[in-house]
């Protein structure tokens, strides 16, 4: 059944697949100039649940808050807080020699818990629980660097999907909700998150070598060209994370990471065609454009390209 969050009181507690989740300050405005509360928020993710669920379950999930809406300040939390609820699971992680007790998120209730908090994106680890260290994906973030229009990271996630097809691959893409485009292939769980980190490096800096008028490899902002892409890999590595699939970004206009199809890409797609207000509807339609990412078969076994002398 649909849950509908309350828009007349700023505090209420909602049984959920009967569990009782409190939610605090519904009618704080998050985007004030959209008209969009927390409540609004929390809405949305509620709305979206059955197609965002099976994408960050089983996954560390590394918070980010920002209590005072989309504009205000923001900062990052790795420790669930205490108290919670019971019924949060917990995936404890052995991070930097200290052991990180991190939320996971697998059913609705949680998921209204943590955005409760004030998270108004999701950052899920790329490794399931049961093995942080072996992920199920490798993706690129093309972010387009100053001077550097859309359009160019659009041409740039062509280039990307032909590298990926050549070898084999089936490439996935998706908005960031921000700047750019993220793409993502499904892997067969092996390859450690450094063999995959070192893969992407490897692809992204021949990319970036094959096409140096428009793309980059270059992270720090002084040393990159102007008007490049960056074709950004390091989000390989252990530990980092980046926005999920159907999450608002803290943007003025309450953009979301959304799937699309390369159709679409090729026709040409903006950033703000996919928003908080119109998501919900697509989803309706098109349903989850990377179900398939989910899938167990079609997933691309990396060792095969490491075992080659």
Known sequence: DPITIPTRVDNAILKVDGREVRL???R??????LGITKGGLIQY????AGVLLPHIRDRAMVMRRYPNGAAGASFFMKEAPSPRPAWIRICAIDHDGKVVNFP?????????WLINLGCIDLNQWYARCDDVHRPDYLHFDLDPGEGTTFEQAIECSLIVRAALTTLGMKPFVKTTGSRGLHVYVALKRGPTQDAVHTFAKALATELASRNPKLMTVG?????RPKGRVVVDYKQNAWGQTLASIYSVRPKPLATVSAPVTW?????GIRIEDFKIDNVRQRIAKVGDLWKPLLAKKDRTDLDRFFSRK
């Open 263 to 267: 159709k679409e890409v090729e026709k």
């Open 28 to 33: 704080k405005p998050f985007w004030p100039e």
């Open 24 to 26: 605090t300050n519904l």
């Open 45 to 48: 993710y509620a709305d979206v």
């Open 104 to 112: 996971v998120i697998d059913d609705l209730p949680s998921l209204l």
């Open 219 to 223: 992270y720090r902002v002084a040393a």
